[in-house]
């Protein structure tokens, strides 16, 4: 149980593009969802927390304008990266958590972004 | 806002040997601590967690400590294999929240 999906695996665009990235949870109902970035070697960067149906919270320096997520379901939640540039080539991962007070998250198989 | 630091950044032992991972934070208020598991190119796995209700958690050659009044938390592998050669990440989180991670730390385990 507890398995998320993400798809994208890989996409290659080109700079001026927007992306959209779709993370669901396949086995259970996502509360909440977040969305990470992760540099090569490096940590987990939480960009936001998106709730079903109410508007995402963002992290301190994350552009809302461009980084855009909607979690219209409790099964889906989409990031779209608005007009990309190469500085956006990143890992994108979700999680997702199934309850207000459930504390594991369970994590997406990422998404590979090369923008050139 | 919750800080996280995580050391060593890299660890070698030889297979059969323990691995000892420990971090810090800096919110008293966090009461969830997972460690998550990430190989090259995919996702994280939780493979162990524990809750500030406890100060040690085991599971088979995994263990967990928790020093609440210290701030501090350590993973313990015991009898490494090659397989559990990956990068590893603590976090902390209060309640149901966000999770702060930490640096992470690569384990490489010889043969």
């Known amino acids: 149980g507890a398995v998320v999906s993400q798809h994208p695996s890989r996409v290659i665009c080109k700079s001026g593009t927007s992306v959209k990235i779709e993370c669901r949870s396949l086995?259970?109902?996502?509360?909440?969802m977040f969305w990470y970035r992760q540099f090569p070697k490096q940590s987990l960067m939480l960009m936001a927390t998106?709730?079903?149906?109410?508007?995402?919270?963002?992290e301190q320096g994350v552009e809302k304008d461009k980084f855009l997520i909607n979690h219209a379901s409790l099964t889906l939640s989409t990031l779209t990266v608005t007009s990309a540039h190469p500085e956006d080539s990143s890992f994108y991962i979700c999680?997702?958590?199934?309850?207000?007070?459930?504390?594991?998250?369970?994590f997406g198989p990422g998404t590979r972004l090369l923008v050139l | 806002g919750e800080n996280v630091e995580q050391h060593p950044s890299t660890l070698s032992v030889q297979e059969g040997d323990s691995a000892v991972i420990k971090c810090t934070y800096s919110?008293?208020?966090?009461?969830?601590f997972p460690w998550y598991k990430q190989e090259l190119g995919k996702r994280p796995q939780l493979i162990i967690d524990?809750?500030?209700?406890?100060g040690e958690k085991k599971d088979q050659r995994i263990a967990v400590t928790l020093n609440k009044t210290a701030k501090h938390f350590s993973l313990h592998i015991t009898e490494t294999q090659p397989e559990d050669s990956a990068v590893y990440f603590c976090?902390?989180?209060?309640?149901?929240?966000?999770?702060?991670f930490g640096t992470g730390t690569r384990l490489q385990v010889t043969l």
């Open positions: 999680s997702a958590r199934s309850g207000l007070v459930e504390k594991t998250q369970y």
């Open positions: 086995d259970f109902q996502a509360t909440t």
């Open positions: 998106s709730n079903e149906g109410s508007k995402a919270t963002y």
């Open positions: 919110d008293s208020a966090s009461n969830y």
């Open positions: 524990i809750r500030s209700n406890v």
């Open positions: 976090a902390a989180s209060k309640d149901a929240s966000k999770l702060t």
